[in-house]
């Protein structure tokens, strides 16, 4: 079963930087949105940013103007540029796939914002 793999994340400082990035393990067809997620320990899942495949792009209100989300669409891949990353950006982070037939879910990878 194909799944979609995060790497990137890590500890950085207060007003640091990291980039995401996520691919599938096989190849995935119909892919139509691809997307970022965060849980915080305590705190539901929420969407972070999102990508269509038609290129518009959508963010939660608390990261506009720090992350960008992109893609490289030929290989199904997903980025998300985080900066000025705040405490409160730490977070479990999930990259998602709106797929025909459903979604696929990565294991997520870890961002703690710390000093």
């Known amino acids: 079963q194909v799944q979609l793999v995060e790497s990137g994340g890590g500890l950085v400082q207060p007003g640091g930087s990291l980039n995401l990035s996520c691919g599938a393990s096989?190849?995935?067809?119909?892919?139509?949105?691809m997307a970022w997620y965060r849980q915080a320990p305590g705190k539901q899942r929420e969407l972070v940013a999102l990508?269509?495949?038609?290129?518009?792009?959508n963010y939660t209100d608390s990261v506009k103007g720090r992350f960008t989300i992109s893609r490289e669409y030929a290989k199904n891949m997903v980025f998300l540029q985080m900066n000025s990353l705040k405490a409160e950006d730490t977070a479990v982070y999930y990259c998602?796939?709106?797929?025909?037939?459903?979604?696929?879910w990565g294991q997520g990878t870890q961002v703690t914002v710390s000093s």
């Open positions: 990508s269509t495949s038609d290129g518009r792009t």
């Open positions: 998602n796939a709106v797929v025909l037939g459903g979604q696929l």
């Open positions: 096989g190849r995935i067809f119909n892919v139509y949105v």
